[in-house]
Structures are given as C-alpha cells and as structure tokens.
C-alpha cells in the first residue's frame, strides 16, 4: 500500500471554503476514481511571518501503488465535475497558497489501524531521521520502548512508514 499524505497552506479565511469542498463536493469524485481519504486534520500551527494561526490543512489518501496513484489522480484532474466543483469553491481567488506530498509506506506495523486516523482528539505525527541501514535498530525501539510507554501514557501508535 501507498499512503499519500497532502498538506495545503491556504490563503487567509478560505479554511471554511476548503472545508465545505471536501464534506460536499470531493467524497463523490474521490468515489468515482477510487481515491480513498482516511483521514483529514488541521494543523496547529503558527504562521511565523504574522504570529497568528496559520491555516493548514492535511488529508491522508491510500492507493495500492503508485501507478494506480497517478492513474486516479490523472482522471480526477480531467473530471470536468472537479473542475466545476473548484471554480465554484474559489470563487474570486484561489484559496490555496501551496501545498506539499509525502508518500508514506508502511514500515513497522504493517496491520495499520485505519479507523484511527479520523478517531476524535489530538494527533501527533513525528518525523524521525534514520540513518540508511538502521530501520532495524528503529523498529526494535518501537516495538520494546515506544509502543509501551505510549500504552502506558494512553495513547496509540496508530502506524509507522
């Protein structure tokens, strides 16, 4: 499997415009070429330019592999439907500043608890470094530290890629 993580930055109030897209608009097209949202979250940050909150928003999508990836997303960029939906949602402007990908695949736990993804409360991804060569000494420290003392803290290791 093939996790692909989307991140959009986006213009100063359209965060209630992207939010009506996906509840509304998407779930349908994503339907129609087999694009699977798991999950969707906002980000607490802090735009460091202005001190105020910056408008960042993430989905995680899962494809079998990265052919039929580009296949699904290739035909939704072509679905006139999608590209009524996003002259409509913007309106006047463009709501998103930029955004970035990031392609996951599962490392550690490959029986991913995908349900967990849109369970309510806080989530926390963390992005460790690994030299090359030293998946191994990281999934023993997931296993025998990690895992338990988040057990015993509460919270769940929902997966690793």
Same mark, same amino acid.
């Given at each position: 499997?093939? /996790? ?8 100063? !109030? ?26 969707? @979250?906002?980000?607490? =940050?802090?735009?460091?330019? *202005? !001190? ?6 993430? /989905? ?5 592999? #990265? %052919?039929?990836?580009?296949? %699904? @997303?290739?035909?939704?960029? %072509?679905?006139?439907? @999608? ?10 402007? =463009? #709501?998103?500043?930029? /955004? ?10 490959? &029986?991913?608890?995908?349900? #967990?993804?849109?369970?309510?409360? *806080?989530? =926390? ?9 030293? !998946?191994?000494?990281?999934?023993? @420290?997931?296993? =025998? ?10 919270? &769940? ?5």
């Amino acid at each position: 499997m093939l /996790y692909e993580l989307r991140f959009y930055d986006l213009h100063p !109030g359209r965060l209630p415009d992207l939010l009506t897209r996906f509840r509304d608009s998407l779930p349908p097209l994503f339907t129609r070429h087999a694009i699977r949202c798991t999950g969707q @979250w906002l980000t607490d =940050e802090t735009d460091p330019a *202005t !001190g105020s909150p910056a408008s960042r928003f993430a /989905y995680l999508t899962v494809h079998p592999d #990265m %052919a039929r990836r580009e296949a %699904a @997303w290739a035909a939704f960029g %072509a679905d006139p439907q @999608w590209h009524r939906v996003r002259a409509e949602s913007n309106g006047a402007s =463009e #709501m998103l500043r930029g /955004y970035d990908l990031l392609f996951l695949r599962p490392q550690y736990d490959q &029986t991913l608890r995908e349900e #967990m993804f849109c369970a309510p409360g *806080t989530h =926390e991804l963390l992005f460790l470094p690994v030299a090359h060569g030293r !998946g191994a000494s990281l999934s023993h @420290w997931l296993s =025998e530290t990690a895992r338990p003392a988040l057990a015993e803290a509460g919270a &769940t290791l929902i997966g690793c890629f």
